[in-house]
C-alpha cells in the first residue's frame, strides 16, 4: 500500500510569491493535515480536512489556505510569502478524524 | 497551558539503558493516545498506539496510559544509539490530533 505522498519535496521562492504543495493520502483514508514545522519548533497544526470540508484551523493568517478534493488529495497554498514561512511543511492522513497520522517525507519551503 | 506537553529535553542515557519518555495532556475528551519518533530532517514515524489504561508493549517499547492522572509515557528499553532523535506525544480526540512539542532523546554509546 502506498504511503502519503507529498511533491514537490524542495521548493525554492521569493518573498511575495505564491506556492501550491500537494498532498496525495493513502488510499481509503479521508482525513488530511497539514503541519508546518520550523527548527526547535514542534509541529504547527494548519489545518484538516475530511470528505472535501475543513474541520479544523490552526493559527495561521489568512494568507495559507487549503482544500481536498473528492478523490481526498489536498493542496496547500501560500500567498505573499515571507521570509518566516521558510520550513518543513507536512501533511498527514488518517482514516479519520482524530485517528493514527501518517506522515508524508513533507515540503521543505525556502523563501529568500 | 499547552494541551500536550512534553520536557523537551535533551534526555540523554547511556546505551543500553532504559530511556522514560513522559507526556501530559489537558484534554480529558482524548480517547487515543500516539507515540511518534522524528529523526532530524525526517518526517514523524509512528512508534506505538495506546487507547486503554494499562501498558502496551512491542519490542523494546512500553507505551503506558494513565487517563485519571492524564498521563502518558513512552519506556525504550536497551537503549541504543539509533534510538537517537525527538519523541513526540499525541492525543487524539474528537475530530482533531494534538502534538506536544517533542522530547529530543540522546543515546550515548
Known amino acids: 500500500k502506498a504511503g502519503v505522498t507529498q511533491t514537490p519535496r524542495y521548493l525554492i521562492k521569493t518573498r511575495g510569491q505564491q506556492v501550491t504543495l500537494s498532498c496525495s493520502p493513502i488510499s481509503g483514508h479521508r482525513s488530511v493535515s497539514w503541519y508546518q514545522q520550523t527548527p526547535g519548533q514542534g509541529l504547527q497544526f494548519l489545518f484538516e480536512?475530511?470528505?472535501?470540508?475543513?474541520?479544523n484551523k490552526g493559527n495561521f493568517p489568512g494568507r495559507f489556505s487549503g482544500r481536498q478534493f473528492s478523490n481526498s488529495r489536498s493542496e496547500m497554498n501560500v500567498s505573499t510569502l515571507e521570509l518566516g514561512d521558510s520550513a518543513l511543511y507536512l501533511c498527514?492522513?488518517?482514516?479519520?478524524?482524530?485517528?493514527?497520522?501518517?506522515f508524508g517525507a513533507g515540503t521543505r519551503l525556502s523563501v529568500l | 497551558q499547552k494541551e500536550v506537553e512534553q520536557n523537551s529535553g535533551p534526555l540523554s542515557v547511556p546505551e543500553g539503558a532504559i530511556a522514560s519518555l513522559n507526556c501530559t495532556y489537558s484534554?480529558?475528551?482524548?480517547?487515543?493516545f500516539f507515540w511518534y519518533r522524528q529523526y532530524s530532517g525526517k518526517s514523524p514515524e509512528l512508534i506505538m498506539s495506546i487507547y486503554s489504561n494499562g501498558d502496551k508493549e512491542d519490542g523494546r517499547f512500553t507505551a503506558q496510559l494513565n487517563k485519571a492522572s492524564q498521563y502518558v509515557s513512552l519506556l525504550i528499553r536497551d537503549s541504543q544509539p539509533s534510538d537517537s532523535a525527538t519523541y513526540l506525544c499525541a492525543a487524539g480526540g474528537y475530530q482533531k490530533v494534538t502534538f506536544g512539542t517533542g522530547t529530543k532523546l540522546q543515546v550515548i554509546p
Open positions: 498527514a492522513s488518517s482514516l479519520t478524524s482524530g485517528d493514527i497520522q501518517y
Open positions: 480536512y475530511f470528505s472535501e470540508t475543513q474541520r
Open positions: 484534554d480529558r475528551v482524548s480517547q487515543s
